[in-house]
């Protein structure tokens, strides 16, 4: 891009991909020169965007952006457009100083073999200066002072690690050898750093961040902790161990007050102070404990939230009484959680969690309450805690019910706040608790307990109907951020956004929502690291229409009047504000246009592309979408995106693959790299020649499957009666609940030619009963209150279960299918794959499996992705044009593709590790 350029709507991109013989350009003599076909070997070169950030004055902006064969590109440019963006190579980690003057990157090395070292800009001078010693960086809050990481060995053999702080701008700098671990004082001014110089012990150094400075606050054999500061950086707490091993008597927690005078005091909790907490085991303070986190300075800073762990006395059995076999688990009706689920929080197992408080300045250590399972806490305030308890409801076989309580960290009493809740959200400042119940907003002052209704007084519903479950208490359409001091909470309804007073005093309309666009506003913050907003504060919105997927940008100023600040044709994202100038960004993107980001003023009048990604795009054929609206064939109103073959000509028909999930028409407008390292990826398959229609469902309660073909069958039907597509030329494919949808739908229907279902579960019954592995609990919540979508269990509606299982319709399927699985599946069992394959192989019905070995959910590796798309996309050739089958489709013994095999229509190297085909007769 040669410069910046004003921000120039396109409002008739659409049209002229649609319409009219395939695009031209024009080569250096002005003579046109006919568009190419998208290639694999072309994929490699096209951007994503990445990581951004903008300086506080607004003056400049950073954006990386990661090619499809992972190449990283950073780019500095002026947001005013006077300057084009300057090429910062793989930059990555890139931050602007506080102050704004400085620019700070870390630049890997030119090779493989080149170390990485970090770069700081003048901005103000454009001065640059390499420091190639330095591997990473802090910098301090509120000032120009960096902490550069010299790694062990980057001077030479046997050099130890290092810390470098460096005043920008100036030529100050000390360095700190055998530094062990270190932390900044939130405010800024100082540097805790632990160091190891001579190996026989540590020591802990407070450095200066003005003058640089350091002195010794303290020594241990070892530190097992990063300092934690308390908030006004004048005390600071850390875990010491006194010997080698972590048993927990061998540790014991630090405090450091008045680290900046001239006699700091020592305060330590010892195991000998925890003899009354811990009569019969030994225990000791812990670094960070589960449920709890690390040690919190509360009350002002004059005491300490802790978490103490004990062992458990073990027998000479090691735990398992009688002398019965280690190799045992025991599954038990009664357990709270499933032993996967106890397996994979092992490191809490064995280990008693006491939460408590210590006074370092008279040594007393006050005992709380003792956290068990899956009980948390999260500190609310200097003397407040939230306690979320699900004890009471375990088993979680639907809905995960808990109850919420407040813990007085002084007293240690507790009070209910809600009971057989979900979840709850706490206000910023911890003064109010806000929960979704029987269609309603609550709230929950912590100082009274009093519980306030926030919509009774709103006609509106809070309640998203538009999401079908079983579940027994709703949910909303969701919350935004909260006010000044707690005072209000912004609140979603399906169009609006809402205002209400946190003690329930009042509530008002802030939007202008819903009307024959059915504009949806939702509240946006456009700097999540500023204070919550005040009365002099403006609040956005971002806005999106139902009707045509636009996208925009909304402003209530302080007097009230809401200003539409942009709406487009495209999407629109990560709308953000400088911290100290009116300067925004945000980046636009649709299905013709790359994303790219664009700088603007308060008025958004002006605006300047910032970004220039894939120019190389205008060298190809590349088509545009657009939307269909049509009924189902249960009477609802209904959308899909329809992408066009990227080299479509008025009067041609072309075959079709339709993608599917749940709600995909929301895709309008979206850009999408070509790359074969996806699921199925929409860009590659229009370059291959296809349509791509991505439809909504809507569901109805016990009856998945048969929503999903009431949908997406109509979807078709509307799709056909544009003229464009060819009927007999029509696949249908979806990944995980798209693809057991695809399973499921084609044995209702002979619409589609050729089908491709990844990851499908098959038998709604055995999935029921299954773990999920990624989690260790059970699948009954996800079929009840989930996914699922079914109001009880199979054996109360086992009609509804088998009726929406592809596998007891499997003699039903005619079309083609091609079921791609990890063999380490850990959220849809492999078996649903072998289930389904043994049924349709004993029916006769055609069916190939690629069982990936080892793979997952999402594959890995990269060769297992590239390869398992490539057959996709043979396997679309092959039954949509006529393309002549691969050898494995046709593979009788199901033998594994051997090396060298020809592959058809887009080409590329094949290396699927452990690939077994399973090939159903028929």
Known sequence: MSGARPFVLACGVLLACHAGAPATLADDDGEPEQRRHLQEQDFGAWERMGGFALAPEGDWFIYTTRTVDGDTTTRLTATDGSTPPEDLGAARTARFSDSGRFLIHVQPGASSDEQQ??????????????????????????RDVLVGTIPEGRRGADTPRALDVRHLGADRTRRFDHVVRSALSPEGSQLAVVVNEQGDGETLLIVDLDSLESRTVATAPRFASRPRWRADGDALAVLEQRETDDAPDHQRLLVVHDVTGSDPRRHRLSPAHL???????????????????????????????????????????????????????????????????????????????????????????TPLLHLQGEQSLQRLDDRTALLTDPTPHQPHLRERWRDFRTLDLETGRLETVVSRQERVEVSPDGRYVLYFRDGDWWSVDLADGTASNLTEAVATGFEDDSHIS?????????????????????????????????????????????????????????????????????????????????????????????????????????????????????????????PNFHATRDDFETVHQLSDTNPQQDQYHWAGDTLLHYQDQNGRDQQARLLYPADYR????????????????????????PSLAGLFNQRVLSSAGFFVLEPDIGYSLNA?????????VSAVEAALETGKVDADAVALAGHSWGGYQTAFIISQTDVFAAAVAAAPVTNLTSQYSA???????????????????????????????????????????ATPLLMVFGTDDQAVDFNQGVELYNAMRRAGSPVVMLAYEGEGHRFQDQDNRKDAT???????????TGDAPEPWMISPDGAPRRPGLPTAGIRGDSCAVGLLLLCGEG
């Open 275 to 365: 003899d009354d907490l811990c009569p019969d085991t030994r225990c000791g303070p812990v670094a960070r404990m589960e449920g709890l986190g690390p040690p919190r300075w509360i009350m002002g800073g004059d005491r300490i939230l802790v978490g103490i762990e004990a062992d458990h006395p073990h027998d000479e059995s090691g735990g398992n009484p009688g002398g019965e076999s280690r190799n045992v688990t025991v599954w038990h009706w009664r357990d709270h959680t499933l032993a996967p689920r106890r397996a994979s929080a092992a490191p809490g197992n064995g280990r008693g969690r006491t939460v408590a408080v210590w006074a370092p300045d008279d040594g007393t250590i």
């Open 771 to 813: 773990v999920y592995q990624r989690t260790g609990r059970s699948n009954t919540g996800i079929f009840e209150v989930g996914q699922g979508r079914f109001a009880a269990p199979f054996w109360e509606l086992p009609d509804a279960y088998t009726d929406n299982s592809p596998v007891f319709h499997a003699h039903r399927i």
């Open 117 to 142: 070292g970090v770069v700081v800009r003048n901005l103000d001078t454009q001065e640059v200066t390499d420091w190639p010693l330095l591997s990473s960086f802090q910098l301090a809050q509120g």
């Open 704 to 712: 998945p499957g048969r929503s999903a073909s009431a949908s997406v």
């Open 470 to 594: 079983g579940r027994e208490q709703p949910e909303a359409f969701g919350s935004g951020q909260w006010g000044q001091d707690d005072e209000w909470v912004l609140l979603h309804s399906r169009y609006d956004v809402y205002r209400a007073a946190s003690d329930g005093s009042g509530i008002e309309r802030l939007t202008e929502g819903g009307g024959p666009e059915g504009l949806r506003y939702r509240d946006h913050r456009i700097d999540w690291h500023a204070d919550a907003p005040g009365p002099d504060d403006p609040l956005y919105f971002s806005v999106f229409g139902q009707r045509d997927k636009s996208h925009g940008y909304a402003r209530l100023n302080t007097d009230g009047d809401l200003r539409m600040l942009t709406r487009q044709p495209r999407t629109l994202r990560f709308l953000h504000r400088a911290d100290d100038a009116p300067v925004y960004t945000f980046m636009a993107e649709s299905a013709t246009e790359s």
């Open 650 to 673: 008025p009067g041609q028909q072309y075959p079709m693959v339709v993608l599917i999930y749940e709600n995909r028409s929301d895709n309008l407008h979206r850009y999408t790299a």
């Open 870 to 880: 490539r057959r996709k996309l043979a396997w679309f050739r092959h039954h949509l």
